[in-house]
């Protein structure tokens, strides 16, 4: 999951603009924004949104909000929760509406115009935030609430959300001098400006590169289907006749895993390794910049570096406490890369040859190895899963254990024409959300996959109340005209994964806006996403989907088999990259530059490595000048650790699924109950403990990656996660 952290509006994601006025009618039109929406459940009507009309609504959005900030923080009633707490949720709807759509397009249909606009509307955005988070009457009637909020007979979200409104101002500047405050403002714009440059740089740079293949010999071992894209890209390009390999996921990791001729696989090894560290998009520079002026921040707000200010406020509490976690798991899991690399450099020399493995050749030997050893081709296996047929078992899944359902709407408003738009509803019938699907890779989007939402929910005192309005991205596998989208299991898990985040939003019962659907703490926002991830290859969910998409026939028992045996295949690497590349994360954050030091980027992952001992043959699975999450924003800076703590909660939390069953329903409703509707309203750990009935333990996810015993716990016995309250 990735969200745009948009601190005057909290964790929200933002999408496309469509096009521009062109008859003198559109002179004397209403701005879509600045009215309600006359559309199916308030969803955007992007066919008549414009380019023109974002800035003036997020002006007007900024003006709106200010108001109504300085009626609350001049209010001359004593401090009540509705009067201050639930005032200030209640601000800003227009922003947060334009700002919302916004931020979508922009991830998913950037071009020219949309990148003018968001250097215009970013800055405004921040340096409205921090007028606001720096307003002291403001503060001063939440620090009133806050010195009595054990008398004034609040409910639990009510005073958590008192404590979490105090706190935010405090990490906001707001116990600052006015000079300090105002040199924290002048951070934070810079901060601002650095992000939109490195964003700007990371796609122009993906989408600069192409690996140009003209001789159809050097595509041997590639399936079909990634040689009829690359065909079909280098059509697109003005090369018929030829084939184009980009860096996005579709195109690179076919070639990395599957390409026979080795220089092959190094070009694109090498292509995506220097991503965005070459003239003109360089990110290191602004890498350099960025450490500096958040080492800056942390040292004004108080705290020793940038690392220990963005894990106060999460389950971790300390850096400290999230590496111990990671060091905990990379032992084993380097370990096993060892074992990994041996099985490689024999199955080399078993096939007549004789050379040392290099970083390209580990996805390529690693298939090898599991073909051999498993007896498992994934070309055979993405067979079964065509992308509509993965979406068949994301629903059944909704619907089995949470009791909700999905029914397309056609004509419902799209920003972009391959979008999907679903009504969700309960039981009963009952409406529940909107659910939008956008799934396939494009040179206006970027990278990756995440899940965020046009609306989110609520329920007022008053009686007013909204539904959310969801949705996941991804960038799986396009259809060809010979093939539907065939998804890797990669792919399969990520569509999983999204979902989870998708039902976290969708299913919120939480009445605060603050605290409904995904708006937790960092690092429990990965718990639904990453359990739902399990059922994708169990085998009573996978009898429901995956079908071959030739001849209707269900996946086999013996395919599964395999899939189950080979599931721990690799996870050496795997776990590895992404504990080294979150371990690279936090020591970013722990450094303090100097103004006058030279941050040598390249230099610096190079010692953090060899501090760690990383094996070699891999790399972080980001280097840092294309790390969105952690240079593209503050949303996982010093937090990209909170994929792994996170599974250490989803891992122990699905083993009470297989203790009592898979759908099993008592198990499904506290799942629900507890974590998925409850969103922030309560601690993290308290509703972790009453879902599962402990604290979670490392262990588990050591034996779901293959890195202890099944049914063993990990060497030392149990680990309780560090900083666990």
């Known amino acids: 999951m990735n969200k745009i952290l948009t601190a005057a509006l909290g964790a929200v994601l933002l999408p496309a603009a469509l096009s521009t006025p062109t008859d003198m009618s559109a002179q004397t039109r209403q701005n879509p924004f600045m009215v309600p929406y006359d559309t199916p459940f308030e969803i955007p009507p992007f066919d008549k949104i414009t380019y023109d009309d974002y800035l003036p609504a997020i002006e007007k959005g900024i003006a709106d909000r200010k108001k109504e900030i300085e009626a609350i923080a001049n209010n001359p009633a004593i401090p009540t929760f509705d009067n201050t707490i639930l005032a200030m949720e209640k601000s800003g709807e227009l922003l947060e509406k334009v700002m919302l759509v916004f931020g979508a397009l922009d991830e998913t249909d950037n071009n020219e115009h949309m990148l003018a606009i968001s250097e215009k509307a970013y800055p405004m955005v921040s340096a409205a935030s921090d007028e606001m988070m720096m307003n002291d009457k403001l503060f001063q009637r939440v620090k009133y609430l806050y010195d009595r909020r054990d008398q004034l007979g609040l409910d639990g979200p009510q005073k958590r959300a008192v404590e979490l409104s105090y706190k935010k101002f ?134 020793k570096n940038f690392a220990s200010y963005m894990t106060d406020n999460v389950m971790a509490k300390t850096p400290e406490a999230a590496r111990d976690l990671l060091l905990q798991i990379w032992g084993p899991a380097t370990d096993r890369v060892k074992e990994e690399v041996a099985e490689m450099q024999d199955y080399i020399k078993a096939s007549g040859q004789n050379f040392e493995i290099a970083p390209w050749d580990y996805y390529y030997y690693s298939e090898k190895v599991r073909q051999k050893k498993f007896d498992l081709d994934e070309n055979e296996v993405s067979a079964y899963f065509p992308l509509e047929n993965v979406r068949k078992g994301i629903f059944t899944l909704a619907e089995r254990l949470y009791g909700v359902t999905f029914t397309e709407l056609p004509d419902a408003p799209k920003y972009h024409p391959e979008v999907k738009v679903y009504e969700v509803k309960d039981k009963a019938g009952k409406h529940v959300a909107v659910f939008m699907t956008d799934y396939f890779p494009r040179p206006s989007k970027r990278q990756g996959a995440w899940m965020s939402e046009f609306k989110g929910a609520f329920e007022d005192t008053d009686g007013t109340s909204a539904r959310p309005i969801v949705y996941n991205v991804g960038n799986f596998t396009r259809p060809t005209a010979d093939t539907p ?124 490595a060899r501090k760690l001992d990383m094996p070699s043959l891999i790399a972080y699975r980001y280097r840092s000048p294309y790390f969105k999450h952690v240079f593209g924003s503050d949303g996982y800076a010093s937090g990209y650790y909170t994929y792994l703590w996170a599974e250490v909660l989803d891992t122990d939390g699905f083993e009470l699924f297989m203790e009592k069953g898979l759908f099993d329903p008592a198990t499904a409703k506290s799942f629900k109950e507890n974590i998925l509707e409850m969103g922030g309203s309560e601690d993290p750990m308290t509703l972790f403990k009453r879902f599962r009935g402990h604290e979670p333990k490392v262990d588990a996810l050591l034996r779901n990656r293959g890195l202890a015993p099944r049914k063993t716990a990990a060497k030392g016995g149990e680990i309780n996660v560090p900083g666990g309250k």
């Open 485 to 608: 989208a065939l998804l890797t299991l990669d792919e399969v898990a990520t569509m999983f994964h999204e979902f989870g985040h998708g039902l976290h939003g969708m299913l919120t019962r939480a009445k605060l806006r603050s605290q409904a659907g995904t708006n937790v703490d960092r690092d429990f926002v990965e718990l639904p996403s990453q359990i739902t991830e399990h059922w994708a290859m169990e085998p009573e969910l996978l009898k429901e989907f995956a079908f071959h998409y030739k001849t209707g026939e269900a996946i086999p028992e013996a395919l599964i088999k395999k899939l189950q045996a080979a599931s721990t295949h690799n996870q050496g690497f795997v776990t590895t990259e992404l504990a080294g590349a979150s371990l690279l994360d936090l020591e970013w954050g722990m450094l303090n530059p100097s103004d006058n030091d030279v941050i040598d980027v390249d230099a610096f992952e190079k010692e953090v």
């Open 170 to 303: 405090t990490r906001n500047g707001a116990l600052l001098s006015a000079e300090k405050k105002n040199e924290l403002k002048t951070i934070n714009n810079e901060l601002t400006q650095l992000f939109l440059s490195f964003n700007k740089n990371l796609l122009a740079s993906t989408n600069s590169f192409e690996l140009v293949v003209n001789d159809a010999s050097r595509l041997k071992g590639l399936p079909a289907g990634i040689v009829a894209t690359a065909a079909d890209e280098a059509a697109k390009r003005g090369k018929k006749g030829q084939w184009v390999f980009t860096l996005h996921a579709p195109s690179r990791l076919p070639v990395l895993k599957f390409a026979d001729d080795r220089n092959l696989r190094r070009d694109m090894y090498q292509g995506y390794m220097n991503l965005a560290s070459k003239a003109p998009y360089d990110n290191r520079p602004i890498i350099g910049k960025i450490v500096k002026a958040r080492a800056k921040k942390a040292e004004l707000l108080g705290f």
